[in-house]
């Protein structure tokens, strides 16, 4: 199975750092210029308070990983971001597409929190290693590691022409949706994690904010008051949208609940026989 790693070319170290760890589990990969965010900083402000600049750039990123899977040969593919670990059991799991469910589009193999339980359906043992892997019923956010088929990133390239929410609440929401149909599984223990240091996204996405407060403060006499107050309705709707969103995904997967799914709990440990 190949694997893509999405990195900036302004990250010249967190690419030299990823190479040490595939290298240290024995895997190869092809690297995927990441698309800044940055260039989209002054355009936003027109465009959707639902997402900031970095959050696009990672949408683009990813969906640039799709289209390199879609034009492929291989039937699975999978995509990291540049700043994770790795379990040593993931070299097992990205050798062979043997253990890949039939029906399956996306399987995340990531946990972004250890201490989150998630709703899974049709769990089954995977022979031969201590793990398990079931439908994905509930949110569970992130996009630093999945494994995705080539039909999958076909359909999203014509589904998702334009970010107006973080991909991974495309991906990973577990309720209705432009990708609904999509059959989505969760391995357990995970395979991998963003390290604890935060990410670009993260860090930038504060940034952004800060700069919109500072652009306000400074452009508070010229601004009128209708745009005024606007901007102060569109204010907290940004700073809350992600939650709001979070919290309508959820809510969805619970109603969901009740038409018969034999739904399990499944914590979300990161599996290490060893550290990389």
């Not at 790693?5 to 990823?18: E, F, H, T, Y």
């Not at 024995?26 to 690297?31: H, K, Q, S, T």
């Not at 800044?36 to 959050?55: F, M, Q, V």
């Not at 022409?161 to 991906?171: A, C, G, M, S, V």
Request: net charge neutral.
């Amino acid at each position: 199975m190949k694997s893509y790693v999405i990195n900036l070319d302004r990250c010249a170290d967190r690419l030299q750092d990823i190479v040490e760890v595939f290298k240290h589990n024995n895997l190869d990969f092809v690297r995927v210029r990441a698309v800044d965010g940055k260039e989209y900083a002054k355009t936003l402000r027109n465009w959707s308070y639902l997402i900031t600049p970095p959050e696009v750039g990672c949408f683009y990123s990813h969906i640039r990983c799709f289209e390199l899977i879609a034009a492929g040969d291989e039937d699975y593919a999978a995509i990291f971001e540049d700043d994770i670990i790795l379990s040593k059991s993931a070299s097992h799991f990205l050798s062979s597409i043997e253990w890949i469910p039939g029906d399956a589009d996306i399987i995340k193999i990531e946990t972004k929190d250890e201490k989150k339980k998630i709703k899974l359906d049709e769990v089954v043992n995977l022979t031969d290693f201590d793990f398990k892997i079931g439908k994905l019923k509930s949110i569970h956010l992130g996009t630093a590691g999945y494994i995705i088929s080539k039909k999958a990133a076909s359909n999203i390239i014509n589904i998702l022409k334009k970010p107006e929410i973080p991909i991974d609440n495309y991906l990973f929401s577990g309720c209705e949706g432009e990708l609904s149909n999509f059959c989505v599984y969760q391995i357990f223990p995970a395979l991998c994690k963003q390290k604890t240091d935060g990410s670009i996204i993260d860090v930038e996405r504060s940034e952004w904010h800060s700069m919109e407060v500072e652009e306000r403060r400074r452009n508070k006499i010229q601004i009128g008051i209708g745009e005024r107050i606007i901007r102060e309705i569109k204010r907290p709707l940004r700073k809350y949208s992600n939650r709001f969103l979070n919290w309508y995904f959820e809510i969805h997967s619970t109603h969901r609940v009740g038409k018969g799914w034999r739904l399990t709990w499944a914590p979300m440990l990161l599996h290490f026989s060893g550290e990389s």
